[in-house]
């Protein structure tokens, strides 16, 4: 052991029984810490933590499965004693290997103490599946100065040896050892609670643009990257309102792709005969996997909801009936998500040139803004919001169902219900960029003042969901 290590060794060892007095003489940087733990993962997941002292941040999260690991005997020690329902292994971190799958990983207020940060995202890179998320709380280098006056003065536990990474230091190291960052989010500009203060400046002002950069804590969300595609089948869900000169062409001009593909139409109170041109289609073509459906609510939001209860493809695709996203682009959708470039694949329409009819200039400036407002929101960029083609795993869309109840049932269009829950899932949103079409048959079914009016509604929600909570 290297005289550095020996030292951060030896401090923690010998701080362990003072790391709860520490806490609670500052317990709202514990309790935003935890706070923030606790809305990135979702209660009952299966979570290590990677340098847990005592166990508190752990056990905050309510996992299903918890395990801690620290190499001080003393901390874990005490951490058994306070949280006998978790695990906990005295180890090193560099050393440790688990045996089993995790949803979740915990580092934090880690890496400032490790000896050789890319070796660790090495070992942890032996280990996960391609699912497990590694969430990353570090502080903001800018705030080197502030902590070393609070260490002098004795309002924050001493800390030798510190590492002061950036964001992109740590995704450069990230990048090295096969991961990439989903997310960044920065809280807490002032780390002492003061009732008034505390509302305006961490909840409000500290998760505006610019200024949340000098927030004192950065929360990195990542994920491994595995390129070992394998063939999966698909459900193309095509929900429709008065789309009958559209069906067939839903069924011809989409490409073959998967192992296996299930067409599933919805029709929801039509006035021109689609129901019975769905029910033709599915006559016409009997070599294909097609099932006709007809929605119990209203809305696209509603229709989307009810096909994919019963769709039965690993892979979920919407496809709206106006074939403005051509079929023929389905495969990029399916290829991104099975070459794992992202976990929820989203239409972007807006940077080929159009046909003249596609969409309307306030439709299109007003994508323009929820892009903008919605990459601010969910932390990942997304260039084009409202783009009806989405695409994801079937096991992905299981989980945005189990953690609905944190927005509700909000959403009559459904995109938003899919993007929100994907992003409060952390799965890494990819846009697959697309040429927007003319529509050949019918109008379009978007009330451009009522409907946006709705949105901004919905945006508002999201934001107080989201951001400013």
């Given at each position: 052991?290297?005289?550095?290590?020996?030292?951060?060794?030896?401090?923690?060892?010998?701080?362990?029984?003072?790391?709860?007095?520490?806490?609670?003489?500052?317990?709202?940087?514990?309790?935003?810490?935890?706070?923030?733990?606790?809305?990135?993962?979702?209660?009952?997941?299966?979570?290590?933590?990677?340098?847990?002292?005592?166990?508190?941040?752990?056990?905050?999260?309510?996992?299903?499965?918890?395990?801690?690991?620290?190499?001080?005997?003393?901390?874990?020690?005490?951490?058994?004693?306070?949280?006998?329902?978790?695990?906990?292994?005295?180890?090193?971190?560099?050393?440790?290997?688990?045996?089993?799958?995790?949803?979740?990983?915990?580092?934090?207020?880690?890496?400032?103490?490790?000896?050789?940060?890319?070796?660790?995202?090495?070992?942890?890179?032996?280990?996960?599946?391609?699912?497990?998320?590694?969430?990353?709380?570090?502080?903001?280098?800018?705030?080197?100065?502030?902590?070393?006056?609070?260490?002098?003065?004795?309002?924050?536990?001493?800390?030798?040896?510190?590492?002061?990474?950036?964001?992109?230091?740590?995704?450069?190291?990230?990048?090295?050892?096969?991961?990439?960052?989903?997310?960044?989010?920065?809280?807490?500009?002032?780390?002492?609670?003061?009732?008034?203060?505390?509302?305006?400046?961490?909840?409000?002002?500290?998760?505006?643009?610019?200024?949340?950069?000098?927030?004192?804590?950065q929360f990195i969300t990542a994920?491994?990257?595995?390129?070992?595609?394998?063939?999966?089948?698909?459900?193309?869900?095509?929900?429709?309102?008065?789309?009958?000169g559209n069906i067939e062409n839903?069924?011809?001009?989409?490409?073959?792709?998967?192992?296996?593909?299930?067409f599933i139409f919805i029709e929801?109170?039509?006035?021109?005969?689609?129901?019975?041109?769905?029910?033709?289609?599915?006559?016409?073509?009997?070599?294909?996997?097609?099932?006709?459906?007809?929605?119990?609510?209203?809305?696209?939001?509603?229709?989307?909801?009810?096909?994919?209860?019963?769709?039965?493809?690993?892979?979920?695709?919407?496809?709206?009936?106006?074939?403005?996203?051509?079929?023929?682009?389905?495969?990029?959708?399916?290829?991104?998500?099975?070459?794992?470039?992202?976990?929820?694949?989203?239409?972007?329409?807006?940077?080929?040139?159009?046909?003249?009819?596609?969409?309307?200039?306030?439709?299109?400036?007003?994508?323009?803004?929820?892009?903008?407002?919605?990459?601010?929101?969910?932390?990942?960029?997304?260039?084009?919001?409202?783009?009806?083609?989405?695409?994801?795993?079937?096991?992905?869309?299981?989980?945005?169902?189990?953690?609905?109840?944190?927005?509700?049932?909000?959403?009559?269009?459904?995109?938003?219900?899919?993007?929100?829950?994907?992003?409060?899932?952390?799965?890494?949103?990819?846009?697959?960029?697309?040429?927007?079409?003319?529509?050949?048959?019918?109008?379009?079914?978007?009330?451009?003042?009522?409907?946006?009016?709705?949105?901004?509604?919905?945006?508002?929600?999201?934001?107080?969901?989201?951001?400013?909570?």
């Open positions: 052991m290297e005289r550095g290590q020996e030292i951060l060794y030896n401090y923690f060892e010998h701080s362990a029984h003072d790391r709860d007095k520490w806490k609670r003489r500052n317990r709202f940087y514990q309790h935003s810490l935890e706070k923030q733990f606790s809305f990135i993962i979702p209660q009952g997941s299966v979570v290590l933590e990677l340098g847990c002292s005592t166990g508190d941040l752990l056990n905050a999260v309510k996992p299903s499965k918890g395990i801690g690991v620290d190499f001080s005997p003393k901390a874990i020690e005490l951490a058994r004693a306070k949280y006998p329902h978790l695990e906990f292994h005295e180890a090193d971190v560099i050393d440790f290997k688990p045996d089993f799958d995790i949803d979740y990983i915990i580092v934090s207020d880690l890496i400032t103490s490790l000896w050789d940060v890319q070796v660790f995202f090495h070992q942890v890179r032996s280990y996960v599946s391609p699912h497990t998320k590694i969430v990353i709380s570090s502080f903001n280098y800018l705030w080197e100065p502030i902590l070393k006056m609070g260490e002098f003065f004795r309002l924050k536990a001493h800390q030798p040896l510190q590492n002061w990474l950036s964001v992109k230091d740590i995704e450069n190291l990230l990048g090295l050892e096969n991961f990439e960052i989903v997310k960044v989010e920065r809280k807490l500009l002032f780390p002492k609670y003061i009732p008034l203060f505390n509302l305006i400046v961490n909840t409000f002002l500290s998760n505006l643009p610019g200024i949340g950069n000098l927030n004192l804590v994920r491994p990257l595995y390129s070992q595609p394998r063939d999966y089948s698909v459900t193309v869900v095509v929900p429709a309102r008065n789309e009958m839903a069924i011809l001009r989409t490409p073959e792709f998967g192992t296996h593909q299930e929801g109170n039509s006035s021109d005969g689609t129901y019975d041109e769905m029910l033709r289609v599915q006559q016409a073509y009997p070599q294909k996997d097609i099932k006709v459906m007809k929605q119990s609510g209203k809305g696209k939001g509603n229709a989307v909801r009810e096909a994919f209860e019963k769709a039965e493809g690993d892979i979920l695709i919407i496809l709206d009936a106006d074939l403005t996203t051509p079929p023929e682009d389905m495969p990029k959708f399916y290829e991104a998500l099975r070459w794992n470039k992202g976990e929820f694949i989203n239409g972007c329409r807006l940077v080929y040139p159009m046909e003249k009819q596609a969409m309307r200039f306030l439709n299109f400036l007003a994508n323009k803004f929820f892009g903008w407002f919605f990459s601010f929101l969910l932390g990942q960029r997304l260039k084009d919001t409202l783009c009806g083609t989405k695409v994801l795993f079937r096991t992905d869309y299981d989980k945005i169902i189990a953690n609905r109840h944190y927005f509700g049932d909000f959403d009559p269009f459904g995109d938003f219900d899919l993007l929100f829950g994907a992003a409060k899932l952390n799965l890494k949103i990819t846009e697959v960029i697309v040429r927007y079409r003319d529509r050949e048959y019918g109008s379009t079914q978007i009330s451009r003042f009522s409907h946006g009016w709705l949105l901004i509604k919905m945006s508002l929600f999201a934001a107080r969901k989201m951001k400013f909570r």
